[in-house]
């Protein structure tokens, strides 16, 4: 079983819609969880972390649930813009060290 | 700015011609580390180094080999590439730890064949 595990989509919304990617991950301990995007053939960069009380920026709302293991990320009122690949990171638990999911493609149309 | 800069961008090379790849990083950042980011596979750790002189493998350290003289400059070595090293390839800073943000540089094609 892989440690992070994502739906790789991709996921075609209309401008406006809401949408929301889950996140599942296999170490019970982890304590650090992000979401990272990804625009095509560039580099990742921080979304935002994730909270064990949930938080928000703007339009994103990343929440935690422990007891499933999982992280999830709501996009609000999407934007041609938010067009990427989202991925979720997680700590390991093989050493000091952060592990990516392969990512779930959003694309957003007019 | 803070920046972590990669170089080559793009390279294409041939079976068992030994390449490095360079990375370097502004932000005074201990932990540095090296990713490739193939189709359906995501991003996997290929080495990662905690401070100056301390390197360790990370998932898929086959084939390569990582120096840390200095603390921000981390080159990926490939001393006989293969076609299966053929991948998108990240090198990546952070302060340390695993709640800290990481910075990525912009990529490394490196297609081998």
């Known amino acids: 079983r892989k440690e992070v595990e994502q739906d790789p989509g991709p996921f075609n919304v209309p401008e406006g819609a809401t949408v929301a990617f889950n996140c599942t991950y296999s170490?019970?301990?982890?304590?650090?969880f992000f979401w990272y995007r990804q625009d095509c053939r560039k580099e990742p960069k921080l979304l935002m972390s994730v909270y064990s009380s949930g938080n928000e920026d703007g339009r994103f709302t990343a929440q935690l649930n422990r007891a499933s293991q999982y992280i999830s990320l709501l996009i609000r009122d999407s934007k041609l813009s938010d067009s990427a690949t989202y991925l979720c990171?997680?700590?390991?638990?093989?050493?000091?060290?952060?592990?990516f999911g392969a990512g779930t493609i959003l694309r957003v149309k007019s | 700015e803070a920046q972590v800069t990669q170089n080559p961008r793009y390279l294409i090379t041939v079976t068992g011609k030994k390449l490095t790849v360079t990375c370097s990083q502004n932000?005074?950042?201990?932990?540095m580390s090296w990713y490739r980011q193939d189709p359906g596979l995501g991003l996997r750790q290929i080495y990662y180094s905690m401070n100056v002189e301390v390197t360790d493998k990370g998932d898929v350290p086959e084939g390569y080999k990582v120096s840390r003289k200095e603390k921000r400059n981390f080159p990926l070595i490939l001393e006989s590439p293969s076609p299966n090293q053929t991948s998108l390839y990240f090198c990546?800073?952070?302060?340390?730890?695993?709640?800290?943000?990481?910075?990525f540089g912009e990529g490394s094609w490196l297609t081998v064949v």
């Open positions: 990171v997680v700590n390991s638990e093989y050493g000091n060290k952060l592990v």
């Open positions: 990546a800073s952070s302060l340390g730890g695993t709640g800290n943000t990481i910075y």
């Open positions: 170490n019970s301990a982890s304590q650090s």
């Open positions: 932000m005074n950042h201990e932990y």
